[in-house]
């Protein structure tokens, strides 16, 4: 289980970077790779057949035509490879929605969300700290707008909307070195 977490968050950070470059891939994985392995294996399976009337120019125009084939199909591929790391966050979510459906606090991002009594969904910040010269109202503020945020677009996912639609939604921010009391306690 451990090696399939590994293998995806490994897939998600190298997609991060290729999807950058969507016509690079397109080219390297529908032309060069696809059309290159096209075009020379029907080329070699040619050549056993007929090898009197092979000559390098039909290499060379099966590398052109294949090579514009596998176009389309590197499109697909970066489509779908795009789809799913698009989709990362809707997975993460529907498991976290299981987490809560069997009354575990469940960690997203700088969030923490409990289901309390199957009444009240507590959302609370994961991380927020202030200095002694901050102005303390001005930063609450500015924590417990991030928190909402945050909600929202978790709340954006149908499942996580459709789930808690019943709900109270129960906004709390802590102090991170005082984990006793909330700051901010607000239901919305």
Same mark, same amino acid.
């Given at each position: 289980?451990?090696?399939?977490? #590994? ?20 080219? !390297?994985?529908? #032309? ?28 060379? #125009?099966?590398?052109?035509?294949? +090579?514009?084939?596998?176009?389309? +199909? ?11 790391? !698009?989709? %990362?966050?809707?997975? /993460? ?19 923490? !969300?409990?289901? !309390? ?8 910040? %994961? ?10 109202? /001005?930063?609450?503020? /500015? ?18 909307? %459709? ?22 306690? %607000?239901?919305?």
């Amino acid at each position: 289980m451990e090696e399939t977490i #590994t293998r995806q968050e490994k897939f998600y950070k190298n997609w991060e970077e290729k999807r950058k470059k969507k016509w690079q891939y397109v080219f !390297l994985h529908g #032309t060069v790779y696809w059309g290159s392995f096209m075009a020379i294996s029907t080329f070699i399976i040619n050549y056993y057949s007929h090898p009197e009337d092979l000559k390098l120019v039909d290499l060379i #125009t099966r590398m052109i035509v294949f +090579g514009i084939g596998g176009i389309p +199909g590197g499109i697909m591929e970066f489509n779908r490879n795009d789809k799913i790391y !698009l989709n %990362k966050d809707n997975a /993460e979510i529907i498991n976290g929605i299981k987490k809560l459906k069997a009354g575990k606090v469940w960690k997203h991002d700088n969030l923490i !969300l409990s289901n !309390l009594n199957n009444e009240t969904l507590v959302v609370r910040n %994961k991380l927020f700290w202030f200095d002694q010269s901050d102005n303390l109202d /001005e930063k609450l503020t /500015e924590c417990y707008n991030a928190v909402v945020d945050d909600y929202k677009k978790i709340n954006k996912e149908p499942e996580f909307e %459709k789930f808690f639609q019943k709900y109270k939604v129960r906004i709390q921010i802590f102090e991170v070195l005082d984990n006793e009391t909330p700051k901010i306690d %607000k239901i919305i």
